[in-house]
């Protein structure tokens, strides 16, 4: 789902923005150096468009199921790179299921600051708890769209090793109740309760400085050095001197957004399981895109189970992962069922936009009503994010 100029990160209520889908079946190679013959194809590739109910309008509104969609702007690429010719090739909506009901993990939810103010010198990484008292739920219409010949539509559609599927379309925001994050919490009590639907709740403006992170900010009188970290806004510390003149900083905060205030839109794909592998493996090792930091090292990277660190910066949209399946197989009827863990790893670790948000919002198959085949076969998600531009200044006012 890239293109090759930078993502858009935000939005405003009322936009009309652009998704791109894109599918590649990755050459892949037996140790051998040979290619894995049948393992290799993609037989009947499925997308699975999971639209929130925050878009007003799509593209998708023009299209009854079983029709063909001929201004997706579909390009199919060979394995080198040329264009296919699609004279005989046609995207079209096979299902559509209205009304599916979740949880909005990651989007519009609510936090419990929980900041206890008589510790002074240090303030440990907030816990941003996705859960069902702190989460909205909302609707999702899922789209099917698959490929076919259009001289021979129940044939199957194969996608060969290094061929590519690609299409876009259109999508208006809507402009009211968008996805925010929201608190109780005030000045007089800093840890009032945030729960869904439940009184005094307001926007949670972030960021506020340390709100995610601080250590030890203190004045050594006696050495006259400054210590500690600050997290946003500075992430680098004050430098352990003995000339206190030198510790003034600037806050760094001209490129940071962090209002946890995200339009998730998640995108999964499947496809008919190939004869020679089991199917807790099959789709193992699928490259794929999700929102948050790629970091693997320190207390505010995206591998320390929490949301409220780097993973929340607007600019962490996008990290690369692979998901990669595993089963504890005991008897050979395991080997047709689907796989009992899934990860999406990067750097050695499940990443945490997947455990705490992503992987929340859709389950590791198609669970939905009225599908086809595709159905018990593993799906592997990708997801985009943006971030709501809105106000944070003060009301006008006029001096008398």
């Known amino acids: 789902m890239r293109k090759k100029k930078a993502q858009k990160t935000s939005y405003r209520p009322g936009d009309t923005v652009w998704q791109k889908v894109t599918l590649k079946n990755n050459l892949a190679a037996l140790s051998s150096g040979k290619q894995a013959g049948e393992e290799g194809r993609l037989i009947n590739p499925v997308i699975y468009d999971k639209v929130p109910e ?18 997706f702007h579909l390009r199919l690429l060979n394995a080198d790179g040329s264009e296919k010719d699609l004279s005989n090739i046609a995207l079209y909506l096979a299902d559509k299921t209205e009304s599916v009901n979740g949880y909005d993990y990651g989007g519009k939810m609510t936090y419990t600051d929980g900041f206890n103010s008589e510790n002074a010198t240090q303030k440990g ?18 789209y099917e769209l698959r490929l076919r010949y259009k001289d021979a539509p129940d044939a199957d559609f194969v996608l060969q090793p ?8 259109s999508a208006t925001i809507r402009e009211e109740d968008l996805p925010m994050v929201y608190t109780a919490s005030t000045y007089a009590d800093d840890t009032a309760a945030s729960v869904a639907g439940g009184d005094g709740l307001h926007p949670a403006y972030f960021p506020r400085i340390g709100e995610y992170y601080q250590n030890s900010i203190y004045h050594n009188y006696y050495s006259s050095s400054t210590n500690g970290n600050l997290y946003p806004m500075l992430t680098g510390g004050f430098s352990d001197t ?7 900083k600037q806050v760094q905060n001209s490129s940071i957004q962090m209002d946890m205030d995200y339009l998730m839109h998640d995108i999964g794909f499947s496809a008919d399981k190939n004869t020679q592998v089991d ?4 789709l193992d090792q699928t490259i794929t895109h999700i929102p948050g930091s790629s970091t693997t ?3 505010i990277s995206g591998q320390n189970n929490t949301l409220l660190d780097e993973d929340s910066q607007t600019a ?23 796989p009992q863990t899934v990860k999406y790893m990067a750097g050695g670790a499940n990443r945490d936009w997947f455990q705490l948000a992503m992987g929340k919002r859709n389950k590791n198959h198609a669970d939905w009503a009225d599908l086809d085949s595709a159905k018990d076969t593993p799906v592997v998600w ?19």
């Open 54 to 71: 925050y878009f007003t309008k799509t593209l998708y509104d023009s299209y009854k199921v079983g029709g063909s969609i001929p201004n």
């Open 125 to 142: 990484i907030c816990r941003f708890e996705t859960g069902q008292n702190s989460t909205y739920q909302i609707s999702f219409t899922v």
């Open 162 to 169: 290094g061929e590519q599927i690609e299409f876009c379309y």
């Open 316 to 338: 962490k949209n996008m990290q690369t992962v692979k998901y990669t399946a595993n089963s504890m197989i005991e008897t050979a009827d395991q080997l047709q069922q689907l």
């Open 279 to 282: 199917m807790w493996e099959f």
């Open 242 to 248: 003995g000339n206190v003149w030198s510790n003034f």
């Open 382 to 400: 990708s997801e985009t994010r943006l971030h709501l531009q809105k106000r944070h200044g003060l009301p006008p006012v006029r001096n008398l």
């Open 297 to 299: 090292s320190g207390s």
